[in-house]
């Protein structure tokens, strides 16, 4: 079974700054990948960023990175340079050998102007 | 691009009714998942077909039947309505059932039951 802790329920960030989003995951599966999503206000679901679990390498993808400690089963989201349009609920979720994904409770970020 | 399809975007049900929501996944993409989100709440996962099969099942109510279909859309079925189905139902599509493919969501339908 696989499980996803997204324990802090919100997070404010100036806008042009850093933010770090914490996730925690428990699996029994060797094989296993991660993602974030992203739900802005209109609700659509968007894939910010995946991480292979036999990768030691941490995901980038433009301002958007990640801190894989897989010893720990953490898998934390950085957003550097911090935009308005960031603004939004993040998930943080999971798949094994099945490929559904196991989902997070989410995170509410806002951005200050 | 082209995206995944679902319709309708919102419906409105009352109590022990059907509804049938519709999703069309992505051109070459075999495969289909259901999620439902309520109100402040995360997505769960459904069900999930892969070349026309069943492929996985989750916490879908025996009230509820979904198919896929030759041209790979696939409907969700939800019978004899209650207020808690009230809630946003996302159809996902996939180019394989791969765990680590990217799953690409639809813009949801938003399912009201009054």
């Known amino acids: 079974a696989q499980t996803v802790t997204q324990s802090q329920p919100e997070m404010s960030v100036q806008e042009a700054e850093t933010v770090t989003l914490s996730c925690t995951y428990d699996?029994?599966?060797?094989?296993?990948?991660l993602f974030w999503y992203k739900q802005p206000p209109s609700r659509q679901m968007i894939l910010v960023i995946r991480?292979?679990?036999?990768?030691?390498q941490n995901a980038t993808e433009n301002r958007f990175s990640v801190n894989f400690q897989k010893a720990a089963k953490s898998f934390s989201l950085k957003i550097s340079d911090s935009q308005l349009g960031d603004a939004a609920m993040y998930f943080c979720?999971?798949?094994?050998?099945?490929?559904?994904?196991?989902f997070g409770k989410g995170i509410t970020l806002s951005v200050r102007p | 691009a082209a995206g995944v399809i679902q319709s309708p975007r919102h419906l409105i049900k009352e109590k022990r009714e059907t509804a049938t929501l519709k999703c069309y996944p992505i051109?070459?993409?075999?495969?289909v998942y259901w999620y439902q989100q309520g109100p402040g709440q995360d997505p769960q996962f459904l069900i999930s077909?892969?070349?026309?099969?069943?492929?996985d099942k989750g916490s879908i109510p025996d009230r509820f039947s979904a198919q896929q279909f030759s041209d790979y859309h696939s409907e969700l079925n939800m019978s004899s309505l209650e207020l808690g189905d009230s809630a946003l139902y996302f159809c996902?599509?996939?180019?394989?059932?791969?765990?680590?493919?990217?799953?690409?969501f639809g813009p949801g339908t938003r399912l009201t039951v009054t």
């Open positions: 051109p070459r993409h075999d495969t």
């Open positions: 699996t029994s599966e060797s094989d296993y990948y």
């Open positions: 979720a999971n798949t094994g050998a099945n490929s559904k994904l196991t």
């Open positions: 996902a599509s996939s180019l394989s059932p791969r765990s680590g493919d990217e799953q690409y």
């Open positions: 077909f892969y070349e026309k099969m069943q492929s």
């Open positions: 991480q292979e679990a036999y990768k030691q």
